[in-house]
């Protein structure tokens, strides 16, 4: 099967958040997860609901696509999803990207490793902490993290809700200190008016730095809100 | 003369714009600047109204003062002014910082050479576009830039305030196509109150984006707001 299946390519925008946090790029987000993290934000993707509109594409009409919407405009693609590493048909669409010129970027949550991984230039790992729901593998996460080992380009990205994540980042931290560790505020409010969401998301960035400021383990981290909410609130597409 | 005229040290914080946006950084705020950029929002560090708050400096008062406010929390340490890189005397507090095992970023408009700045693990040149009244001397940027052209981390942030500070940004992308480039909202209303300037930079940084995703010529570049005035305003040593 060389096609994926493919939920929304739209762009370009600005990437809100992680490694490449504002870098103008493309999305195409895939359907398919392995995770239900509780407060999934794209749950779209894995609970059934869109079942109908996944559309099965080619490497050359996902790249069409994205030249229709994009033109001249573009040379950065972000893979998403639910988890894009599920799928092996990714390969294709990955090598047509780069014979295209683009950088690519994908995020993960480490559960499973895809031969195509290296092939992407900026690699996020998003190990979910325990107000997801999910357990982590620590045997494949770091696996993937070992396979990766020479990639210039990998970072750790984990979502927090509260003090329970911050102690599981720290254990993730510790247990990989050669990577860089983005903590990324949690938004579970999915139903907020964008005004009211971001006085709370900025409330609970203030509370993260707050956490992390004083923390003699996270010495070299960084902290960051989605800046997409910020702007759009939890409008899809954008 | 082995002192450093100091403004402000504080921290632990996040850096809150351009290439370590997020970082978890202490900050080093030296004064004097050969620029009077019209919307600064540091002029105290040159304008004379705290001229009496210069602090002269060695690097172990500076080390001293900053292991005082941030103990054992902090491995990253940010460089600003001013223009910091109109001084040679903080070649001796490079050296001691790094021989703490700090990591440093530095920020400069690339008007000045030091022969201490290979050391910086971060280096952001930012230039000023034309809504600040000054000029950009291209040949003294290249040479820095050049200079520094097998450092690992050099980067170009520019701030934008209106479509001829684009115009110059474009300019300069094209003359350096292998510096990344940071487009910066700009903040000149230094009189705000919170709310206000949160919705009026939002207004701003969305204006930006628009911009920046229609252009053909700003294809991989990275747009952001600063992030510290989304969380505290205008407020200063946060």
Known sequence: MNKVPVLEIFGPTVQGEGMTIG???????????????SWCDSAFTWNGTEKQNINWMTAEEIWNT?????GDTFSHITISGGNPALLPSLGPVVDFLKEKGMTLAL???GSKWQSWLPLIDEVTLSPKPPSSGMDTD????ENIIDHLK???KVCLKIVIFD???L???????QRFPQLPLYLQVGNSWLEADDESLLQYLLKRYEWLIDQVMKSTVFKN?????????YVWGNKRGV
């Open 23 to 37: 870098q103008k790029t493309m999305f195409i987000r895939t359907a398919g997860c392995d995770y239900q993290c």
């Open 66 to 70: 994205l030249y229709e919407l994009g």
């Open 107 to 109: 995020e993960t949550q």
């Open 138 to 141: 620590f045997t494949i996460l």
């Open 150 to 152: 020479n990639h210039p």
């Open 163 to 165: 003090e329970k994540d």
């Open 167 to 173: 102690a599981y980042a720290e254990i993730v931290h």
């Open 221 to 229: 981290v960084k902290v960051l809100p989605q800046l997409h909410a």
